[in-house]
């Protein structure tokens, strides 16, 4: 599976902004999407995840209330809604997915085997 994200740039504080991965490669009904990010000098934090099959979702306290991910299954694609956007959303956004990921290992970056290249997103206050 490869990913492809795409979607970020430049904003001001309270603007939104849709970013996608795509998924080229077959998809699984068992996959989990997700989407991380990472900050300057931070470690990669969880954002939010969705089922392939069923389209559960999960996200960070965070983010809960401002964004939401969903997903087109025919085109392969995962979106990630961001509004309200805040300044410490400022970070590189990556996808990623993994064929088999339960829900105790899910908020953990190192459970997934597929990243994508990432997206910048910058919300200046």
């Known amino acids: 599976v490869q990913l492809q994200a795409s979607g970020g740039g430049l904003v001001q504080a309270g603007d939104s902004l849709r970013l996608s991965c795509a998924a080229s490669?077959?998809?699984?009904?068992?996959?989990?999407m997700g989407w991380f990010r990472q900050a300057p000098g931070k470690e990669r934090e969880f954002v939010a995840a969705i089922r392939w099959s069923g389209g559960n979702t999960y996200y960070a306290d965070s983010v809960k209330g401002r964004f939401t991910i969903s997903r087109d299954n025919a085109k392969n694609t995962v979106y990630l809604q961001m509004n309200s956007l805040k300044a410490e959303d400022t970070a590189v956004y990556y996808c990623a997915a993994d064929r088999a990921i339960i829900l105790t290992t899910m908020r953990l970056p190192h459970a997934y085997d597929y990243w994508g290249q990432g997206t910048q997103v910058t919300v200046s206050s």
């Open positions: 490669g077959r998809i699984f009904s068992s996959y989990v």
